[in-house]
């Protein structure tokens, strides 16, 4: 995906944090010397081209419920089955598969930690393989950004 | 209603409770802000606000931390970024807060937790999630952290996503 450095650099500037005012966008526009207008269209058109999935906020789950990233090791052959099956059930909002013997990896989300381990319970005896709980003990960095360098993107 | 406790800037702790307000507001823009001059009252017109009451409240959330930011969110994948590297590292307990913030330091970290070890099956304690556009960019960036790491670290291990199979934000239940 090739961007212009305008969108770049709203990219750049804004991935972090976006002013929390009356006028976001004419805030933004001021930092980076451009009418407000051409900032909305531009965010809207990278919305639109999926290269920003939203600009909105970015909430805290610890403190919105409870959520914990599971893992199961499903067998070669039943991983598509396993996959729907996790996708489906209640609470559900990340599944990756990755290259491991724990191939499945998902997000629980709940609104508090006892209907968090009901919901870990109950998919687990459906799927009927052990599920790796891990908790976060500490977050360290949970910024979900970092700096993009689109030279290596070009 | 759930609620959340944080500091306030006078170092005194603080309860913040979520009202039904609170829900809605979150409800309508866990998709995103409306992309308008003035969001709070485009919103506030779908939730029957004052738009003041809704930056107000959106506010709020965001000094309690129950929102951590507000931001234009890249999709990396879309980028480029086609590697998407969960780096796991078997570290040493007395160490781990230290080097763990070391590694979360680093800028090409996008996430860094630490996490339960449950032996024997699962021996990593230390998660840093790295992206690439090339598995080789992925590899250099794990060379990195081990470097930050250094004899505290035991072992370690690249799970490379192949697919992604479901991702939503937060969606509060309905």
């Given at each position: 995906m090739r961007l212009d450095p305008t969108d770049q650099q709203l990219i750049n500037h804004f991935q972090r944090h976006l002013p929390v005012c009356e006028r976001p966008y004419l805030d933004i526009s001021r930092q980076l010397d451009m009418s407000e207008q051409e900032v909305i269209e531009r965010l809207q058109s990278l919305q639109?081209?999926?290269v920003i999935s939203r600009v909105g906020p970015v909430f805290e789950h610890s403190r919105a419920g409870a959520s914990l990233l599971a893992a199961v090791a499903a067998p070669h052959e039943q991983v598509d089955q396993v996959a729907a099956r996790i996708n489906r059930a209640p609470?559900?909002?990340?599944?990756?598969?990755?290259?491991?013997?724990?191939?499945?990896?998902?997000?629980?989300?709940?609104?508090?930690?006892?209907?968090?381990?009901?919901?870990?319970?109950?998919?687990?005896?459906?799927?009927?393989?052990?599920?790796?709980?891990?908790?976060?003990?500490?977050?360290?960095?949970?910024?979900?950004?970092?700096?993009?360098?689109?030279?290596a993107l070009t | 209603m759930s609620t959340s406790t944080s500091l306030s800037e006078t170092g005194a702790l603080t309860r913040f409770v979520m009202t039904d307000t609170d829900r809605k507001l979150i409800l309508a823009t866990q998709a995103g802000l409306p992309l308008v001059a003035n969001p709070w009252a485009e919103l506030g017109k779908q939730l029957q606000m004052d738009a003041d009451d809704v930056l107000a409240r959106f506010q709020a959330m965001q000094q309690a931390g129950v929102i951590r930011r507000v931001a234009a969110v890249p999709d990396h994948y879309r980028l480029g970024y086609r590697y998407n590297g969960m780096t796991v590292w078997d570290v040493h307990d007395d160490h781990i807060a230290e080097l763990g913030a070391a590694v979360g330091e680093l800028p090409f970290v996008s996430h860094c937790y630490r996490r339960p070890r449950h032996l024997p099956y699962w021996s990593f304690n230390l998660f840093a999630m790295v992206h690439g556009t090339t598995r080789e960019e992925v590899e250099s960036k794990a060379t990195q952290i081990r470097a930050v790491l250094g004899d505290a670290c035991r072992q370690h291990t690249i799970l490379y996503s192949s697919a992604i199979l479901k991702k939503t934000g937060l969606r509060l239940r309905k």
């Open positions: 639109s081209r999926n609470g559900v909002n990340h599944n990756y598969a990755r290259e491991h013997d724990y191939n499945l990896w998902f997000v629980m989300t709940a609104p508090d930690n006892e209907q968090l381990d009901e919901r870990l319970d109950t998919l687990e005896n459906h799927l009927k393989l052990p599920m790796l709980r891990l908790p976060m003990v500490e977050g360290y960095h949970i910024d979900l950004a970092f700096d993009i360098d689109w030279e | -």
